[in-house]
């Protein structure tokens, strides 16, 4: 199983809302413990999409429509509309 280097961040993903039943069992209150070397159970589809913009963070980047280290992220199934709230562990 993959761990992430000692150095680099860990981050907390939270379900903070969905529109519909998730496929995958994500349900609003789930929290999960990812990085870009552990998916930390997400559904790998949400993964897949959420991983580009995950690497941003995880590498000291940032997005000027977000806090510093925070991201938001929608589950790629429009009828689910699940959405994450991605914080640094801590």
């Known amino acids: 199983m993959a761990t ?3 150095g ?3 981050y907390t993903a939270e379900v903070v809302s969905a529109d519909g039943p998730c496929h995958a069992g994500h349900r609003v209150g789930d929290r999960l413990s990812l990085s870009c070397y552990d998916s930390g159970g997400l559904c790998g589809f949400f993964y897949h999409d959420l991983f580009p ?3 941003v963070i995880q590498f000291g980047g940032k ?3 977000s806090a510093p280290g ?3 992220a929608r589950c790629p199934d429009p009828a ?3 959405t994450l709230v991605i914080r640094p562990r801590g």
């Open 8 to 10: 680099y961040a860990v």
């Open 80 to 82: 689910v509309n699940l």
């Open 63 to 65: 997005y000027p429509w």
């Open 53 to 55: 913009s995950l690497s």
């Open 70 to 72: 925070e991201l938001r």
């Open 4 to 6: 992430t280097p000692e």
